[in-house]
């Protein structure tokens, strides 16, 4: 997108708007979305976990919930078009069930076709102690037919070794990899960059978006955008439409905006969707801050807080710190 750009956003569908933000319950605006329009939906939806703005139910009720909202969603998708389901655990009592699992059955029932179970790893979080820390969640990509959209070139990430050869047949000698870089594959971290000069070979995780992150609002579990712009990106192609029912404060709407994609969004909460809207303006006028897809992880190495304190390295107890002195 270019920067000042006009956006037309209305609070319903319409075949023209730029950007639609309907506040109200997703399978009422999903419901008004023509049939075989969208080529995207991107979406983290309620977890289940009793956040602020959910109720904590049984997981059976959960899934009967969610099972009325999704054949209606992959009606709602053009035959080239993908989903993107991003999700974590429901845990009750300490016992884990993995919300992936009992989406993969939904989506398989609508006919769908699972391309990626993505892992996307960030490093903060809760601390368990009766488990270990979860530290992932994972995107199901399903596209409705094999007639999907798939844009490697726009989400390639450097090789680590772009000068490896082909060590035998008859490409023997000439350089393997592709001079737009390496598939990012399906554990989603990004090459790091070494600004000055070269790529580097270390890897980065797109980090979740936690108290010091330049995108945090109020929201207590909001998708880094550049994590749904390599979504945008690879499945889709300029102008296609880009929908997140649960959207939040509409970080997948900001990522299809500054890719010139149509974008529409849904949410319950009145302060949520004010929020998104604020957003998409700043980003209308290029006041928005985003971290650009791409930016290495900042590694606070010299910093205090990454120093091992000295009470730990006196401490009898501390098993683990006193080797390090
Ligand atoms: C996990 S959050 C998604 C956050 C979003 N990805 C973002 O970047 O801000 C789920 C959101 O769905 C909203 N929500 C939950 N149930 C809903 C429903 N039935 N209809 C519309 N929104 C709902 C919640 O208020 C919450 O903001």
Redesign the pocket.
């Known amino acids: 997108m270019t920067e000042n750009q006009d956006l037309t956003i209305s609070d319903n569908f319409t075949e023209t708007s730029d950007v639609v933000i309907y506040h ?6 999903v419901k008004s979305i023509p049939e075989k329009s969208i080529d995207l939906i ?6 289940n976990t009793g ?4 109720e904590n139910v049984s997981i059976s009720e959960y899934v009967r ?1 969610q099972e009325e ?1 999704i054949p209606l969603m992959c009606k709602i998708m053009k035959e080239t078009g993908s989903i993107c389901w ?1 999700v974590g655990n429901y845990v009750s009592h300490g016992e884990v069930f993995p919300l992936d699992i009992f989406y993969y059955k939904m989506f398989k029932d609508q006919g769908m076709y699972l391309r990626n179970r993505i892992v996307w790893r960030f490093g903060h979080g809760l601390h368990t102690t009766n488990r270990f820390s979860g530290r992932y969640e994972t995107i199901l990509w399903f596209s409705k037919s094999d007639e999907y959209i798939f844009n490697l070139d726009p989400v390639r990430v450097p090789a680590k070794y772009p000068g490896k050869k082909h060590s035998k047949g008859p490409q023997r000698g000439q350089i393997s990899g592709n001079p737009k870089g390496k598939n990012p594959s399906d554990y989603w971290e990004i090459e790091k960059r070494n600004w000055i000069s070269e790529w580097e070979d270390g890897i980065w995780e797109i980090p979740n ?1 936690k108290a010091h992150h330049i995108e945090k ?1 109020i ?7 550049e994590l ?1 712009e390599r979504c945008v990106l690879a499945l889709t192609d300029e102008n296609g439409r880009v929908l ?9 709407l900001l990522a299809a905006i500054l890719h010139n994609r149509k974008a529409l969004g ?4 009145m302060q ?1 969707v004010e929020i ?1 809207k604020e957003r998409i303006v700043q980003l209308a006028r290029g006041e928005l801050r985003t971290r650009p897809l791409g930016k290495p992880i900042y590694e606070p190495s010299t910093e205090n807080v990454a120093k091992i304190p000295d009470e730990w390295i006196k401490d009898a107890s501390s098993i683990y710190y006193q080797d390090k002195e």
């Open positions: 109200g319950m997703a399978i009422d605006f991107v979406a983290s939806p309620p977890y956040k602020e703005y959910e919930e909202i991003q978006v609002t929201h207590p579990c909001q998708f880094p955008v749904v997140d029912p649960y959207m939040g404060v509409g970080s997948t849904s949410e319950k909460e949520y998104a």
